[in-house]
Nanobody, 126 residues
Framework: VQLQASGGGLVQAGASLRLSCEVS????????MGWFRQAPNKEREFVGA????????YHGDSVKGRFIISKDNTNNRIYLQMNNVRPEDTAVYYC????????????????????WGQGTLVTVSS
């Protein structure tokens, strides 16, 4: 399976942005999927995850209430709706896929995901 993230760019604080991740090679329905981000000189951080069918989601504390992960299995895509962005949201955002059932005991762990996209840069100006 291949993942292609897109939608990043330069935005002002308080604005909204939507990232997209296209899944190819296999059906997105076979994978639990997540978004992670990595800022310069920082560890990779969990942003959000969604189950195979899209019915269950989980978001990291730093984005809870502002970002929303969603999934469109018909079009083999997941999305990250980013609202009220802040300068500290500046990072490269990666989508990832894991062929396992969604569970909170592993979804925040980046090394549990087998497939990764190339990343898309989001820069938030103050």
């Amino acid at each position: 399976v291949q993942l292609q993230a897109s939608g990043g760019g330069l935005v002002q604080a308080g604005a909204s942005l939507r990232l997209s991740c296209e899944v190819s090679g296999q059906s997105a329905r076979q994978y639990s999927m997540g978004w992670f981000r990595q800022a310069p000189n920082k560890e990779r951080e969990f942003v959000g995850a969604i189950s195979m069918g899209g019915g269950s989601t989980y978001h990291g504390d730093s984005v809870k209430g502002r970002f929303i992960i969603s999934k469109d299995n018909t079009n083999n895509r997941i999305y990250l709706q980013m609202n009220n962005v802040r300068p500290e949201d500046t990072a490269v955002y990666y989508c990832a896929a894991a062929q396992k059932y969604f569970h909170t005991n592993w979804i925040e762990l980046w090394n549990e995901y087998e497939y990764w996209g190339q990343g898309t840069l989001v820069t938030v100006s103050s």
